[in-house]
Every structure is written in structure tokens, then in C-alpha cells.
């Protein structure tokens, strides 16, 4: 017996060991201590007692570092070039001075900075005196006027119906995804997951048109992440095509909300529980958000109340930027907490972890905004008893708006102009892929590998093509 208890023993102190290394060692890693991250990595990898899980944590590692290089490939002076081409006047100390406070973003790695491919767009979001200078450039306000106008049609909808679910939209998407000749040796299969409609809630009448291979295998209709699964070998001289045709039915969500006559959500109920706590490594009630918490929620103890004054306090201090891809961010919204901006999932995890740790349910919800220039997007729902779970898109915010049901539609709110592709993060695809994900978080451009590993984006193109027809 006390052989066998040394034996677990020991299994588990080496367990624990290697479990602190790879932390260690991603630490490096998000710090800029590449070489020494990549030396521990070589030698963990020398050992032969390492469990398989442990390896590909250590190999992902490894191939992190790649993604964030071709995220962050810009020298100063690629940059600063990039900015005086846009605001010819700026000068070297503006430069060094937004730098010095953000604005301009790169990453130190083993003492050499390296700058993010969008810091040039960034800047003249983040820095006062470049975005002045932007928005005098570009004065026009049509396409917040043309929000506004369809959220008051949205709000309208509610008056005339009565029904939170109105204003049917019908969409024709034609999803492509192309993989260049060369890329993958011909006649090797390529395997591809391609984004697909969420079965539920405002979304329905979803009907497959085509598909090229003709073959697929659809994700079972009860999962969180919604995708259709193809594969073909790769053509010789002409780039390898996966094409899925689809329609589907979205209907705007509105209903007002009488803040009094919400209540706490209950903290046993099984189906809300899974969205009520933490869920590392990207919702996390660490010191940082319970000191935020503290602040943005003062005496507050109404839940919807709570919702509003984390809306707002997210909308207004973490700014829209384009953002890295998700997957070499250790953990979202700390990112965004630190560097007070971040693109629409970020900001929406930052939502998330506020709400959760106020005793309000939230759940990712994300996919693309569809409309002639269709784009990927990220938002979330929240639970307010006795109204249920309701849409929240924080990145829209509060709105100019001359009444406070049109001011805080986005609390509550969503528009029809929607493809809802998840409503989880983190979650499996169907079938699984046997290598790494290109997007560990979300699922919206698809996924694509071989039997030679995973194809990364900057590997493969996408064209979403999306057509109101009705």
C-alpha cells in the first residue's frame, strides 16, 4: 500500500510540476522572454515522462509566439511613416508621447519592440489630439444617424406588436473559404469547419442551399458552436474551395425592462449556474475587477441597475480597437483592463466578468453583423429575472439617442441584422480537429488543417457574401 501511495505521490508532485512549468513558461512568454521561454520548452519536450496533454501545452507555447509575430511585424518606423501619412503635421514628440501612454502598441520582445500591424489605425482612436484631427477629416455622422433611426423602428416595432421578436429579416449567405495552390501537397485531404446558423431564440426558418463537396457533416443542433464540417483533396494548380450556401430568418429583440420588477438571479438554478462564475483563463474575479466592481457599482443592489452602470463604465473606458487574435491573448479582458481598449470581444468579456461577479448570469453570443459590408462580431446575453436571457451589445454602447428605451437598446436589445454562430466561447468543434485551433475563443471564420497541421489564417481566405431577400 505505502508503495502504491508513494507511487500517486509522486505522479502527482510531477503532475504539479510540470503544470507550474508550462504556467511559467507562458508567463515568459506574455512578458517578452522568448528565448529563455523557448529553451525551457526544448528541454521539457527532451523528457519522456510527460503526459500528452502537457506536451501540446508546450508545443502550443511555441507555436504562440509565431502567431504573435505576425501580429506584431512592424518596426517604429514603419509605423510612425504609416501615421504622418494620415496627420503629415505630427510631430516626433507627439510620437514618443502617445507611445509612451499606449497608443501606439507593441510588445517588447527579448529587448527589441516590435509594433502591432494595426497601431497606425489604433492611434487615431486612442490618442485625443489624432483622433480630433481624424474625425475633422471625416465629419460625417450618417451612419450613426442611420443606427438610430433603425433602433427607433426596433423600439416602434415593440409599440405596435407587443412581442419582444419583430422586424423579420431574411438573409442569403454564401460562406467561402479557399485554400491557395501549394499550400497543402495535392491530394493530401483538406478538412474544413465552416460557420453555420445557431438553431433558436431570434434566429429560424434555416435552410441549406448548397455545399461544395457536396458531402458535410452538420454539429448536432444542441451545441454552442454551430458549423458544418467539409474535406476534399488539394488540388494541384487552382486554389481548394469549400462553399456553403445558406438562408436563415432573424427578427430584432426588444421588450422595455421595468427595473422593478427585477430580481436577483436564483444561484441554484442548474441551467444558469454554468454562466454565474468563473471560467479561466478569460473570466476570472481576480483583485483587479473586484476593486472596478467596487467602484463602477457603489451601493447598488437592483440586478438590472448593476447591468446599466457596467455597461456604460465598459462602453466608456475600454475604447474600441482592432485587436490581435484571440488566441495568443492569455486572457481577454485582463488585456483590455490594462491597456483600456480592445476590440469587441474583449470588451464583451470585460461586460461578462463584471456581470458574473455581481451575481448576474452572462453567456457569450457571437457570429457577424451581416449587411453589404459584412463584418465579425462579437456580444453576449444576460439573465434578468423574471424577463429571461436578453441581448446585450456593449461594443454599440449607449446611444445618442432622445429617449432612454432608444439610449439603452443595446441593454437588452438586438437588432435583426445578426448571424448567431455561438453562444459559448471556448467550446469544441465537430468533429474535433486533431491539431491546434487558429481561434481557441470564438468561431466565426472557420477553421482549416491537414494531416501536416493546422493552417493558420494568413494560410487561407474567406469571402462572406451576405444578401437581404426579404
Not at 492611434?123 to 433603425?150: G, I, T, W, Y
Not at 434578468?384 to 439610449?407: H, I, N, Q, S
Amino acid at each position: 500500500m505505502r508503495l502504491i501511495l508513494g507511487g500517486l505521490l509522486s505522479v502527482l508532485l510531477l503532475s504539479q510540476l510540470h503544470a507550474t512549468t508550462t504556467d511559467e513558461i507562458t508567463t515568459l512568454v506574455d512578458q517578452g522572454h522568448w528565448r529563455q521561454a523557448q529553451q525551457e520548452i526544448a528541454q521539457e519536450l527532451a523528457q519522456t515522462n510527460l503526459s500528452f496533454s502537457t506536451q501540446e501545452e508546450l508545443r502550443f507555447q511555441a507555436d504562440r509566439m509565431l502567431r504573435i509575430r505576425r501580429d506584431f511585424s512592424q518596426t517604429r518606423d514603419q509605423v510612425y511613416q504609416k501615421i504622418r501619412a494620415t496627420m503629415p503635421g505630427v510631430t516626433d514628440q507627439q510620437l514618443a508621447q502617445w507611445e509612451q501612454s499606449g497608443a501606439i502598441e507593441f510588445l517588447d520582445i527579448d529587448g527589441t519592440h516590435w509594433y502591432f500591424n494595426k497601431a497606425a489605425d489604433n492611434v487615431f482612436r486612442l490618442a485625443p489630439e489624432a483622433k480630433a484631427f481624424k474625425a475633422a477629416q471625416h465629419p460625417s455622422h450618417a451612419e450613426m444617424d442611420d443606427l438610430l433611426n433603425d433602433v427607433h423602428e426596433y423600439v416602434a416595432g415593440y409599440d405596435q406588436t407587443k412581442s419582444p421578436w419583430h422586424s423579420p429579416q431574411t438573409w442569403q449567405v454564401t460562406y467561402t473559404l479557399s485554400v491557395p495552390a501549394g499550400t497543402v501537397p495535392p491530394g493530401e485531404i483538406i478538412r474544413a469547419w465552416l460557420p453555420w446558423p445557431h438553431s433558436g431564440n431570434r434566429q429560424s426558418n434555416i435552410r441549406l442551399l448548397a455545399t461544395d463537396p457536396p458531402q458535410f457533416l452538420p454539429a448536432p443542433t444542441n451545441e454552442a458552436l454551430a458549423s458544418v464540417y467539409l474535406e476534399k483533396p488539394a488540388l494541384t494548380n487552382a486554389p481548394t474551395e469549400f462553399k456553403l450556401v445558406f438562408k436563415y430568418t432573424s427578427t430584432a429583440y426588444y421588450q422595455p425592462i421595468d427595473p422593478a420588477i427585477v430580481v436577483p438571479a436564483a444561484t441554484n438554478d442548474p441551467a444558469l449556474t454554468p454562466f454565474m462564475g468563473e471560467e479561466p483563463p478569460h473570466i476570472v474575479f481576480d483583485d483587479a475587477f473586484k476593486t472596478i466592481s467596487t467602484k463602477v457599482i457603489g451601493d447598488e443592489t437592483n440586478p438590472y441597475r448593476k447591468a446599466q452602470r457596467i455597461f456604460e463604465w465598459v462602453f466608456r473606458n475600454v475604447t474600441w480597437t482592432t485587436a490581435r487574435e484571440y488566441s495568443t491573448i492569455t486572457c481577454l479582458p485582463e488585456l483590455a483592463l490594462g491597456m483600456h481598449h480592445g476590440d469587441c470581444g474583449m470588451k464583451t468579456m470585460t461586460f461578462m466578468t463584471l456581470c458574473r461577479l455581481n451575481g448576474i448570469p452572462a453567456r457569450w453570443e457571437t457570429g457577424w453583423v451581416v449587411s453589404d459590408n459584412s463584418d465579425m462580431h462579437d456580444w453576449c446575453a444576460i439573465y434578468l429575472a423574471p424577463y429571461g436571457w436578453v441581448p446585450v451589445d456593449v461594443t454599440r454602447g449607449v446611444l445618442p439617442a432622445k429617449t432612454e428605451a432608444e439610449k439603452w437598446f443595446y441593454l437588452g436589445g438586438m437588432d435583426p441584422a445578426r448571424l448567431v454562430v455561438n453562444t459559448d466561447f471556448n467550446q469544441p468543434l465537430y468533429p474535433a480537429k486533431t491539431h491546434f485551433r487558429s481561434e481557441i475563443v470564438d468561431f466565426q471564420r472557420g477553421e482549416v488543417e491537414w494531416r501536416g497541421g493546422n493552417l493558420y489564417f494568413n494560410q487561407w481566405g474567406w469571402n462572406f457574401d451576405a444578401k437581404r431577400i426579404k
